[in-house]
């Protein structure tokens, strides 16, 4: 008997405009813009709005799992096969701070090969899936998402220093409020991240995508053995500022890595929403099942040229997508103009051609 009826099964209507919605994106993409420039007018070179420091970039295999029931082998998922990826690990600002200062980490993959219906025709075949190493975006609707970008513009630009020092201090505040059983507000759980190593971290969608016929959140966990024994390591205070491009290229000089790749199918949409990503799907509901494992053989992961290559040429999004995996909620919404916009930006200053690839062989060794 199936229990694909549990699922929720994806429809259009599943997403409501968000009051507003057009001006709000606009409001965004203008800050976005603004800082975009000031930090290309400090370094003389176009970085991305967001994620723009990478600490290591990989090729790899995405196996996807044999034998997954009928909800599970959906779009990407549908059938077992082995597809060559190039994975990018980041920094969640958009400009280089230290790696001491203890910020959201991202782990972009780029699915190279995937033929199928695209969400935006843009003719190209891969299927990029973008991962924060936090389960949900504190500021979960693009109503929140401005109003925090209001508020950080209005701040002056601290240094290395100080986030660290408001980074401690927010830790401290939720370690106290933990123990008197109290919510942290959204400010306080963006603020108080610990600073381990990138490696040992999982990483989360954070917000809804379409699984074929169902809603999911996906996610990326560690799984090899000499991956879980780097989760919760502390980044030695002394390692400097570039301690997690130093940590990634000592441990895939020697080792190799894999990770699972999970879907959490949604069973109800009142407790697991789709239009706020502040709000953890409980797990009791529906469990993270894994579909698929990412293998990450020993290489070089910081040579110049590949730093160039996925800092400068590649651009990841989650609408680069097939339509089986289209984003949904107001965030997902905002990036679909978002992320054209921050590329589209980097890409002229740098006087670099945008391409997607076709063939892992694009990535240089
Ligand atoms: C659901 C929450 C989100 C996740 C999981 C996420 C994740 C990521 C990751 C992993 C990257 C780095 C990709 C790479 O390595 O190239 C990235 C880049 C970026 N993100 Fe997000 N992000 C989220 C929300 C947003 C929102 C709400 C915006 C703005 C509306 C945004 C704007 C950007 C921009 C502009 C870039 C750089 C694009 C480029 O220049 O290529 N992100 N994001």
């Known amino acids: 008997m199936t229990t694909s009826h549990l699922y929720v099964r994806y429809r259009v209507d599943l997403e409501r405009p968000f009051p507003n919605e057009e001006e709000l994106v606009r409001q965004i ?8 420039r000031q930090v290309a007018a400090k370094h003389r070179h176009g970085l991305r709005d967001a994620h723009a420091k990478s600490h290591g970039i990989l090729a790899g295999e995405l196996r996807i799992e044999p034998d997954l029931p009928e909800h599970l082998a959906q779009g990407l998922f549908a059938a077992p096969h082995s597809y060559p990826v190039i994975v990018r690990f980041s920094t969640s600002p958009g400009d280089l701070r230290s790696d001491q200062v203890p910020v959201q980490r991202g782990l972009a993959i780029k699915v190279i090969g995937v033929n199928g219906p695209r969400a935006i ?5 891969t299927q990029d899936i973008l991962l ?6 504190p500021f979960g609707t693009i109503g ?11 701040q002056p630009r601290q240094s290395d220093l100080r986030q660290r020092l408001t980074r401690l201090g927010a830790r401290v505040a939720a370690r106290v409020l933990a123990c008197l059983g109290r919510p ?9 991240t610990a600073n381990h190593h990138i490696l040992g971290e999982t990483f989360h969608s954070m917000a809804a995508l379409r699984y074929g016929d169902h809603v999911a959140k996906i996610s990326a966990a560690p799984r090899s053995e000499d991956l879980r024994a780097l989760i919760g390591r502390p980044v030695d205070t002394r390692a400097g500022d570039s301690a997690l491009r130093d940590l990634v290229t000592n441990f895939f000089t020697r080792h190799s890595a894999e990770y699972e790749l ?6 109800d949409v009142d407790r697991m929403p789709i239009e706020d990503a502040s709000v953890l799907w409980p797990e009791e509901l529906s469990p993270h099942h894994r579909v698929a494992v990412l293998h990450l053989p020993a290489q070089d992961p910081y040579s110049d040229a590949r730093r160039r290559y996925a800092d400068d040429v590649l651009s990841f999004s989650p609408w680069h997508t097939l339509e089986a995996h289209r984003p949904l909620g107001s965030i997902m919404r905002s990036r679909r103009v978002a992320y054209p916009r921050s590329s589209g930006f980097r890409h002229t200053v740098n006087g670099v051609q945008e391409r997607e690839p076709s063939s892992i062989d694009e990535l240089p060794a």
């Open 132 to 137: 924060v190493n936090h389960p949900t975006l």
């Open 262 to 267: 999970r879907a959490q199918l949604c069973v």
């Open 29 to 36: 993409v203008g800050a976005m813009e603004r800082a975009n």
């Open 184 to 192: 942290r507000p959204p400010v306080l759980e963006l603020l108080a």
């Open 144 to 154: 929140e998402y401005a109003e925090l970008q209001k508020l950080l513009e209005r």
């Open 121 to 125: 025709e843009d003719g190209a075949t």
